[in-house]
């Protein structure tokens, strides 16, 4: 069953919990060193964009937009790495690195529509989809750690049929709905 | 061999805290962490919680006690025993109080971060009116304005146990979206916020929740008790206000409409730069769209007129019946525990008045009676000081309070400074002692930050780096050397002790993981019962709430809301605005941190490296200012450099800075506290605000320009 990400981007707030949450899962660098440093640095499988403020007639637009790999069913990445470093898995339809593959070349990064190949350090990074918690037991059914750690329950992880009833019945809320905050 | 692998329950107080936590052990060292679904928080942790994992193996940690070699500051340290360190603090204390009486030390602490009651049960242990704390500008003054208003503690109703959530929602100078301060959770506002059908954002800033809210009244720092008492005037004047609450149920409602009589919504626009319009759709909004809440922020408080208004605030919630009604504003039963802060106030004040107490009588009233930390800080630079010794415990004066220059100077007059902290903060760097603390994930403890309707077992995950101790250890065992009577055997009795209440053991609590009064158990109306009073009422004076507080009279203090100019602005010192034309807050806030914790933990530091400060894009192409751009803010008290973000959400006639930043990687003592902490700028001269002492953080005056030659 393909699994995939949503977004809710009427809902994150900006918190940027998903950031740490994945850092933590994945045991990303940076590292605590003494003396500390001043600008650490480390790949970031998810980041959180923010749109605005753009204020038009008294209206304020803004919105903030957390963005990992979207494991897209036809991925260019996996197309342009040279060495097949990347793949799908076949129960899942998560993209993949090969560490071992990887050259670090970077192409997967210029073609990736969202930005999402993470390199540091001489290797390069890429969302899981926190893959190895599929089927564990843990927080009701959210399987990711950044969608775990979600205050504002803004990321929802399933399979692709789980994800289109849960925004097909958002959309018929919010038809129910006058106004919506 | 199989490994040793345990997952254990716990609550996270990164910042006040009360999330709870899973943590996982793997022989002897934490592995992982993350949000217990089955607590309140329901799973959820916020980015400073979750990267406390970083702080328990952080390798700057201050692991055993020290005590200062060469002069104060010079970093110079020889490590001693707990034994010799608790010897030399208790030893100094009971000196001073011997020499000049127990008023001459002072016991502080920062934010609370639920050792509140620990700190204050020291404090009265040994006899000492003054317990140092940010009261005056943090939750001080909500406490006061809600026990002499309502005689409790509002706090929004977010749970929908009563079966309604809030139906309008009010964000009053706060972001609880990014943050879960004083009883709120973030989880709670946000998943309440799905229920509601009115967000009014009230706020100089488009901050996140902006694009969300029907409406922001951008306000201009430091008006916001006009812009409640011109709601406060429509609500009046257009026969909005709930009249069966108003009549039975508060006090003094004939004073108050004539008191709001001088601000009609044209006037309040002047002065808050909102449009009358907007002013009087949100007082009409919380009026007749309820039931509803208002979040207020600490922004509120950290100005010269912080009891005033808050007093205007909740008077808006009470003319609009908006408490104790499901889905408004409650006071929470707490658990069966009682409110664990009596372990604090069940030993006697002392008679003698805290530092400040004839000044600012809301202060340091009971029974949370608190000292001047401005005027002691005063008194010591001044060299008369009542203070001699002060035990510093997880606080950073340095960088919190405002003028730092000025309590730079005060603090190194102090006879003798002791410092429990975690790491070498530009604070910890002038004590005499040093005690290593242990953090949350080290700790024992009971979370209770404030009382509410739920409390939190604090279970230590891992044992402590070097020789640190939980605070509450800290607190028993100098407390056993100074004042045995009032202190326990071990950390394990004094759990004990704060449970029995409950009849369950520290032991038991663990196995539970929180105690609360939710759902069915959470009464609403208590005021139509005898919960506060045989017949029903409020626990005030009046049995009502006080729109004309009875309290504030009797202390001298105007009994109604008013309005008051901040002490910079163009209006109140237009000579001061023509070298400093621009209105600033140092309000800012980052998800990433809390108060002047965390710029040593690298998940949270490569995030955000530097302090922002944002600026409108007029301004900033008037200044030629760039994103990015390294900026110099310049107030009379001095100047720093953060980072201009060019923000459109915000007056171009304002700019705010962020709060509380050092610098751990730079040198010490003092570790950069000049180059970018906002409170090199703030203002510690009176007048402060008359009942509270609260010193002005959120409406100054200052210049920016761009830093050239970086």
Known sequence: MNRTIFIDKDKCVGCYSCIVACKLEHSLPPEPVKPPLGNPTGPNLIRVYQVGPQIHDDEVHQYFLPIPCLHCLDAPCIKACPRSALYKDNDTGITLIDEDKCIGCKFCLWVCPYGAPQFYDGRMYLCDLCIHRIGEERQKGRQTACEAACPARAIHVGTTAEISALIGEKAAERAGKEKSI | ?710
């Open chain 2, 1 to 710: 061999m199989q490994p040793d692998k345990a997952v254990i329950t716990t609550t996270c107080k990164s910042c006040h805290g009360g999330c709870g936590v899973l943590a996982t052990v793997e022989n002897g060292k934490i592995t992982h962490i993350e949000g217990n679904p089955d607590s309140s928080t329901r799973g959820t942790m916020c980015a400073k919680g979750l990267a406390s994992f970083q702080e328990v193996y952080n390798p700057n940690r201050i692991l055993y006690p020290m005590k200062r070699k060469g002069d104060r500051g010079e970093g110079k340290w020889e490590r001693i025993s707990w034994e010799e360190a608790l010897e030399t603090v208790a030893g100094k204390i009971k000196g001073s109080i011997k020499k000049y009486g127990a008023g001459s030390v002072a016991i502080c602490q920062g934010t609370g971060r639920g050792y509140n009651r620990y700190t204050f049960r020291f404090a009265r242990s040994i006899g000492t009116p003054n317990i140092g704390v940010p009261a005056d500008f943090c939750y001080g003054p909500r406490l006061a304005v809600f026990g002499t208003t309502v005689g409790g503690r509002l706090y929004c109703d977010y749970h929908g146990w009563g079966g309604e959530y809030p139906k309008t929602q009010i964000s009053w100078g706060k972001q609880l979206e990014i943050t879960n301060a004083d009883g709120e959770m973030a989880v709670w506002f946000l998943n309440s916020l799905d229920k509601a059908e009115h967000l009014i954002l009230i706020d100089p800033r488009a901050t996140r929740l902006a694009g969300r809210a029907d409406l922001w009244l951008q306000v201009r720092p430091g008006t916001d008790a006009a812009l409640a008492l011109g709601m406060l005037n429509v609500i009046i004047n257009e026969g909005l206000y709930d009249r069966d609450f108003v009549q039975n149920w508060t006090y003094g409602f004939e004073k108050l409409r004539e008191r709001v009589q001088e601000y009609p919504p044209a006037k309040v626009a002047e002065i808050t730069w909102i449009p009358a319009d907007k002013i009087i759709k949100a007082a009409r909004i919380l009026a007749t769209e309820k039931p509803g809440c208002i979040q207020i922020g600490e922004s509120l408080e950290a100005g010269n007129n912080s009891i005033q208004t808050l007093r205007a605030i909740v008077c808006l919630m009470a003319v609009t019946g908006n408490i104790e009604r499901p889905g408004s504003m409650i006071n929470w039963v707490p658990p069966d525990t009682g409110p664990l802060e009596e372990f604090a106030m069940e030993v006697p004040a002392p008679e003698e008045p805290a530092i400040g107490a004839d000044q600012f009588k809301l202060l340091s009233s009971p029974p949370m009676a608190m000292a001047h930390m401005h005027t002691i800080f005063k008194q010591l630079r001044e060299g008369a000081s009542q203070i001699r010794v002060m035990h510093l415990q997880g606080t950073n004066p340095l960088v919190a309070y405002p003028n730092t220059k000025e309590v730079k100077e005060g603090l190194l007059n102090a006879e003798f400074l002791s410092a429990a902290d975690l790491y070498m903060s530009p604070t910890v760097e002038y004590a005499d002692i040093v005690l290593p603390a242990a953090h949350w994930l080290e700790s024992d403890d009971i979370h209770d930050m404030h009382p509410r309707f739920i409390i939190g077992a604090i279970h230590k995950v891992v044992d402590p780096p070097g020789e640190a101790w939980p605070d509450n250890k800290i607190y028993n065992e100098l407390g056993k050397r100074l004042a045995p009577e009032y202190w326990f055997d071990n950390v394990e009795e004094m759990l004990n002790y704060q449970l029995r209440k409950a009849n369950i053991t520290w032991k038991e609590f663990t196995g539970m993981g929180f105690l609360a009064k939710m759902g069915k158990e959470q009464p609403y109306y208590k005021y139509k019962t005898d919960y506060w009073q045989k017949g029903g009422g409020f626990a005030t004076n009046t049995g009502k709430v006080e729109l004309y507080s009875t309290v504030m009279e009797k202390l001298g203090y105007d009994p109604l809301p008013y309005y008051l100019e901040p002490n910079e602005s163009p209006y109140s010192t237009p000579e001061l605005a023509k070298e400093y034309p621009f209105i600033l807050s140092t309000g800012g806030r980052s998800p990433y941190y809390f108060h002047s914790q965390y710029r040593q933990v690298p998940w949270l530091r490569e995030r955000q490296p530097y302090p922002i400060v944002q600026i409108h894009p007029e301004t900033a192409g008037s200044l030629g200012i760039k994103n990015g751009d390294w900026v110099w803010i310049e107030t009379p008290r001095g100047k720093i450099k953060q980072v201009a973000e060019v923000f459109a959400g915000i007056d171009p006639g304002v700019v705010v800075a962020q709060a509380s930043w050092w610098y751990p990687e730079d040198p010490g003592p003092d570790h950069g506290i000049w180059k970018s902490s906002a409170n090199v700028l703030t203002r510690n001269d009176p007048p402060f605000d008359p009942a509270m002492g609260s010193a002005t953080f959120r409406a100054l005056l200052c210049k920016i320009y761009k830093v050239e030659d970086e």
